[in-house]
């Protein structure tokens, strides 16, 4: 009898802890992240009234010498207000060109042509610059190209002890265990549609992973980096009919929830 009632109480841990793991981020089974990058007025005219429409929240990493920045400083602010996350994304957006396909950094912008000192210090400038406009002292950091070194020198060490989490550039999705917050995979989008878009959210239910979507151009906005209006909206409603699988969150609050839930 004893053996029988262990086995029932082994199968019922088991079949617990199995439903824990498919519901880890915050109770849904993925998290996807909304990110959009270098302060575009695009963001503004063409993003904000679609996710404030679907009651969604999303992290806009801000470079702040931008003129999307610098026109619409108001704007910002009330995004920040409606509980949107206004993201460190340095003030020149500066970045290695040294690197292959990169000859449109001007030298004023190269990165491998700067000191860690100088880069960190434009870092810091751009905390206090959206702490003037959001009046928050946490935020988190995308790095502009995904660069992580000024000239031969590392900058990841100082990036990991200024911000709760970081965006890179590589491609893929993380598990909560696994997801490196010094450096956070993301999917780039470029001229997706909707339907490919909406499979990466299909893939990250079934993996129980940390979906961070990069945006820059929406409907237009950038230079050579863009996605339709159309491809977008598709995206945010098919998440919107999600809600009960996925957690839709800014940035801030995915990196706080996976720091609380690796403290447990």
Request: with cysteine; aromatic share 10%.
């Amino acid at each position: 009898m004893m053996k029988v009632i262990l086995v029932f109480t082994l199968s019922l841990l088991t079949a617990f802890c199995s439903q824990a793991a498919e519901h880890n981020w915050h109770g849904k089974k993925a998290a996807v992240v909304l990110t959009y990058d270098d302060a575009l007025s695009v963001h503004l005219d063409n993003v904000l009234p679609v996710l404030d429409a679907y009651g969604m929240r999303g992290t806009f990493y801000l470079t702040i010498s931008s003129e999307g920045f610098k026109q619409r400083i108001q704007d910002w602010r009330l995004a920040a207000f409606e509980g949107h996350e206004l993201g460190n994304h340095t003030l020149f957006h500066p970045c290695d060109g040294s690197q292959p396909g990169r000859d449109w950094v001007t030298a004023e912008k190269d990165l491998s042509l700067w000191s860690k000192a100088r880069f960190l210090g434009n870092v810091e400038i751009t905390n206090v610059t959206l702490e003037a406009v959001d009046g928050k002292r946490r935020r988190t950091f995308a790095y502009t190209c995904g660069d992580t070194k000024a000239g031969e020198d590392s900058f990841l060490d100082e990036i990991t002890e200024m911000f709760p989490a970081a965006r890179g550039v590589n491609w893929g999705t993380e598990s909560l265990a696994e997801a490196n917050l010094s450096e956070l995979k993301t999917i780039s989008v470029m001229d997706n549609t909707a339907d490919e878009l909406i499979a990466q959210v299909d893939q990250a239910i079934a993996q129980h992973h940390l979906l961070v979507f990069l945006f820059h151009g929406v409907g237009g906005g950038h230079d050579s980096i863009n996605v339709s209006q159309a491809a977008h909206d598709g995206l945010i409603q098919y998440l919107a009919q999600q809600r009960h699988e996925v957690w839709i969150a800014p940035m801030i609050e995915v990196a706080d929830y996976i720091r609380a839930v690796r403290a447990q």
